[in-house]
């Protein structure tokens, strides 16, 4: 929520332009391996402030509120998608993380044969035909950015993703709408999911996870080891082994998945909402060690057990030539106990 009324008609008697509180600034970096990355700055004039990065999928990466991060950034950095390696686990030498990193189209997680890399191709692919736009006129003013992603090979799948990228203006929240059309002849397999991370000073010891959990599925020995705490954030840890659990969430009567992630010690947070008829799945990744500290909340269409897995466990969805599937998410920052304590009665914890 805006520390002001966002009246563009009175903030325009106080501003020579509109960018000293708010819009939108494309420009393209220029050192180290990021050298050539397309991006633009989004600032929504009520704290929130974020970059889109054009040449990587239309993904989000740096994130913050008021001057306090909340996004979880690698040691790589970004990177141009140049640099990737789509091979196992030399795909995370282009894992900047960021916000959101796109998963998919056709296949994400861990395979056997190590021959995939573990997030698929889209979130290394340059965007085509993008638009930025900074929509003064409509009924509620927005900020929106918008192009196309394309996965495509030769004998191939020919899938295309649509993504719109949208903040209101006065407004502290970022709503995601990717469409996903198959514009080949053939049905082809579809994983999708919104690989989101968040990190310091969100993510500190003690900080919580707020979710309506049915039930909860370690994916590995070591993760069923942290069962019992796996809601809540540790202190970083020299040696830290990953630990990813699968969640299956309820919905309210609309269908709609609401989650937090909650720092009481700094009365901050933030929330996810998505329909779950999109997003069957949901994967939290809890990794607490040094230098690698997050916390992902991933709502995906299938869980990270990889292609071949997910197939015979009946779990892979497909898409048939000409259709397109639609997976949206809501992205919002919690300012102040209020804020905090009315997500918390919104969402039912079982």
């Keep these: 929520m805006a520390d002001y009324n966002f009246d563009l008609e009175e903030i325009r008697q106080y501003v020579g332009d509109l960018s000293q509180i708010a819009g939108a600034k494309r420009y393209k970096l220029q050192e180290g391996r990021a050298k050539g990355v397309e991006a633009v700055d989004i600032k929504t004039g009520a704290g929130l402030t974020y970059t889109i990065l054009l040449d990587r999928g239309l993904d989000i990466s740096w994130t913050d509120y008021k001057g306090k991060p909340f996004s979880y950034i ?3 950095g970004v990177a141009s998608p140049e640099y990737f390696e789509d091979t ?7 894992f900047t993380g960021g916000l959101i990193t796109t998963c998919g189209l056709t296949y994400y997680g861990r395979t056997e044969e190590g021959e995939l890399g573990l997030h698929g191709r889209i ?5 085509e035909e993008i638009a930025v736009n900074t929509n003064l006129n409509a009924d509620r003013p ?3 950015v918008s192009g196309k992603v394309r996965e495509a090979e030769f004998f191939g799948e020919y899938l295309v993703m649509s993504r719109e990228i949208k903040s209101y203006l006065g407004e502290n929240k970022i709503i995601i ?3 996903i059309k198959n514009k080949g002849f053939e049905e082809q397999p579809l994983m999708f999911l919104y690989h989101v991370n968040y990190g310091y ?3 500190q010891e003690g900080t919580e996870l707020i979710a309506p959990i049915n039930n909860v599925i370690p994916s590995t020995s070591i993760a069923e080891e942290g069962l019992d705490n796996h809601r809540f954030a540790e202190a970083p840890q020299a040696g830290y082994d990953e630990q990813v659990f699968y969640l299956d969430l309820a919905t309210d009567q609309d269908g709609i998945v609401t ?9 901050y947070g933030i929330y996810e909402k998505f329909a779950k008829n999109q997003f069957p799945r949901f994967i939290q990744w809890k990794q607490m060690g040094k230098g690698t500290y997050v916390m992902g909340l991933e709502p995906g269409t299938n869980y990270f057990e990889g292609k071949p897995m997910e197939k015979e466990m009946g779990r892979l969805q497909t898409i048939k030539p000409g259709e397109n599937r639609i997976f949206e998410l809501e992205i919002g920052v919690l300012d102040g106990k209020e804020q905090i304590n009315n997500i918390k009665n919104k969402i039912k914890i079982k």
């Design 142 to 144: 927005n900020i929106t």
């Design 74 to 76: 690698s040691n790589t």
């Design 88 to 94: 196992g686990f030399k795909s995370l030498r282009n």
């Design 177 to 179: 709408k990717s469409v």
């Design 259 to 267: 989650v937090a992630l909650i720092n009481e010690d700094l009365n």
């Design 201 to 203: 000073p969100l993510v």
């Design 123 to 127: 979130n290394n692919t340059p965007a």
